[in-house]
């Protein structure tokens, strides 16, 4: 460790004493990360959850609102100046306007802070007046918190790694055929650098839209100010026999290295490190569809996730010294408006099972942890229909392309997830013995009642998992 890192440390330490003691004397503050791979719904997620808090009617599971503890709800300015402000009114006048769409995903890190106004619970609660909690709600995206698991690796290891892994997808071939091509040895060539750099970030984008989850480096699909700058332009190539100086091979190893201190390390300094209840969304079923191998990859990527956590017990003077730990941290399969609630034990047995490596790691480490099925902004109704003189339980909704309302049914998930989990472990191309579909709906256009936020389904047992303690 340089000296230069020993200052930051020290700064960072005596920044925690100040915030902890504050936290503990004065106002509490609640910072929860929300987090997940894409298209898992992070920006609905955040603009429900707030929304649905200032107008608590439809959050009976969360007991500090039910039990009317809470009294009032309001944003207030973030306190990290440097941080994008979350756009929730944009947002929310997307999901819920006269024409409702879906808000733009999200692409960087951004925050917003809630406060409360409660009534202490207890004995003494009637003697004491109102305090204030805030809840800081950090959004940002699930490939940048897997970039946290390349710290670990050198360059030689990171790219025997993820060549090995994606020699026999398909996505990845122009990519590979392109590396056949590819001396490590030779002198750099920044033109050859840069295609290197731009086909694997093709690669990247193919299979993310494809259902896979590995992607990383995750600023190589949301490059934001730095697209072009040269921590961004290397890829993976195999190790040649020597590496001499001013080589490809050393000027790629060197490129990882700098992303990696220039980029990822003060993500986890300036943001990560300072979250102390986390939820990781899941497009659980959108990996299904997808089939095995983007079911497996996920299992993998969600366990890779769980490695850039510190979780355990939050103690005053361990987070004075140590840095915060996560407390709790839910993985919730979204989108479970997509099937009939008859199925949704399923989905969530199925998340649980899929998350089981993940979650025993952080549960060995003292933290409290959950899987829970939920649609932050829920779009369909249930129907049951007559299909060839059978009755099937239907969801119905306006689809995404062509704006037609239509009922649809997804198949059945089986009640044992080893019947998903196996076959995904053991390589397998497609499933066997059903065909799993998903239809991308549309936001469905809502009247709000005074007092309530947008219609969901089991956002109000989230919240009360990942905070109803400290309300």
Partial sequence: MGLGDIADS?????EAIGDATSEALFEPVIRIGVTGLSRAGKTVFITSLVANL????????????ADGRIQTAFLQPQP???????????????MTGPTPHWPASTRTTSELRLSFRVQPSGLLGGLRGPRTVHLDIVDYPGEWLLDLSLLDLSYADWAAQVLERIKGRSQAQAYLGRLEQVDGAVPLDEVQAKELAQAFSSYLRTAREDGYSDCTPGRFL???DMEGS??????????????PRKSLWREMERRFEAYKSRVVKPFFRDHFSKIDRQIVLVDVLGAIHAGPAALEDLRRAMADILTAFRPGANAFLSSLFLGRRVERILFAATKADHLHHSQHPRLTAITEALLRDARDRADFA???TAAMSIAALRTTVEETVEHDGEELDCVR???????KTAAFYPGDLPEDPTRLLVPARDGAEKWLDAD???MRFAPAAVSLKSGEGPPHIRLDKAVEFLIGDRL
């Fill in 10 to 14: 020290i700064t960072r330490q005596i």
């Fill in 54 to 65: 200032m107008n608590r009617g439809r959050m009976p599971g969360l007991v500090a609102a």
């Fill in 80 to 94: 990290d100046d440097t941080v994008p402000r979350f756009d929730f009114e944009t947002h929310l006048a997307a």
């Fill in 222 to 224: 949301l490059p934001g």
């Fill in 230 to 243: 040269p921590a961004l332009t290397f890829a993976p190539i195999a190790r040649p026999d020597t590496t």
């Fill in 366 to 368: 003292g933290a409290k």
């Fill in 397 to 403: 909704g306006q689809l995404l392309d062509g704006g």
């Fill in 436 to 438: 799993y579909q998903i």
